[in-house]
């Protein structure tokens, strides 16, 4: 199973983009747990994640957070504008799965 955790500012604008990520998990035959949280949350959420990825809005938080993904050995990235802004699951899943390695 691969554990995607998505950081956004509220935790709530991600949440479309998180159905649109199942979905096309779910077509593709990918089992993954896909979640959004706020960024005061991820720190903690992100020991049991695979990868984070950060909304566009918070990239100025990239830094802060890599400390914490080192800690626990996970990639992570800032979400492309273009994708989030088209809430494109399938572009937001490949980006996912390719720092994870799959």
């Given amino acids: 199973m691969k554990r995607i955790l998505l950081a956004c500012s509220a935790g709530m604008s991600t949440s479309l ?5 199942e979905e096309s998990a779910k077509e593709r035959g990918i089992d993954a747990e896909i979640w959004a949280v706020a960024q005061d949350k991820a720190p903690e959420d992100m020991k049991r994640a695979d990868v984070l990825l950060i909304g566009p809005q918070m990239r100025f938080m990239k830094k802060k957070f ?3 993904a080192n ?8 979400i492309d504008p ?12 490949d980006k996912a799965l390719e720092l994870i390695g799959e």
């Fill in 17 to 21: 983009l998180v159905s649109k990520m």
């Fill in 66 to 68: 890599s400390v914490t």
């Fill in 71 to 78: 800690e626990v050995g996970i990639p992570l990235d800032v």
């Fill in 82 to 93: 273009v994708s989030y802004g088209r809430i494109d699951g399938k572009a937001v899943l």
